[in-house]
Nanobody, 118 residues
Framework: QVQLVESGGGLVQPGGSLRLSCKAS????????LGWYRQAPENQRELVAS???????NYADSVKGRFTISRDNAKKTVYLQMSSLKSDDTAVYYC????????????WGPGTQVTVSS
């Protein structure tokens, strides 16, 4: 069983930075792809960034050059460094773990709120 818990959200001014963390339990962390999703009110949940077990990263066009995803397998933690934040980045951010055996984002954290506002 896998559990994911996000932290690091909060209120930040436009142009500021935040680092989100997601701590995992279980034994499949190091062999799984991980992702950060976000969902703003009345919007669909969207994939912001992902990282494979081998460290290959992928980003949504809206965050390229501003967000960086990374992972620490020893700590079973995935990070999302966010900089040059905009009001459009305001959302609940979720981390997710992908199971290759099912081809699905199978496990989700409860989410952490990020609000970008002056």
């Amino acid at each position: 069983q896998v559990q994911l818990v996000e932290s690091g959200g909060g209120l930040v001014q436009p142009g500021g930075s935040l680092r989100l963390s997601c701590k995992a339990s279980g034994t499949v962390f190091s062999i799984s792809a991980l992702g950060w999703y976000r969902q703003a009110p009345e919007n669909q949940r969207e994939l912001v960034a992902s990282i494979t077990a081998g460290g290959t990263t992928n980003y949504a066009d809206s965050v390229k050059g501003r967000f960086t995803i990374s992972r620490d397998n020893a700590k079973k933690t995935v990070y999302l460094q966010m900089s040059s934040l905009k009001s459009d980045d305001t959302a609940v951010y979720y981390c997710a773990l992908h199971r290759a055996s099912t081809g699905r984002w199978a496990y989700w954290g409860p989410g952490t709120q990020v609000t970008v506002s002056s």
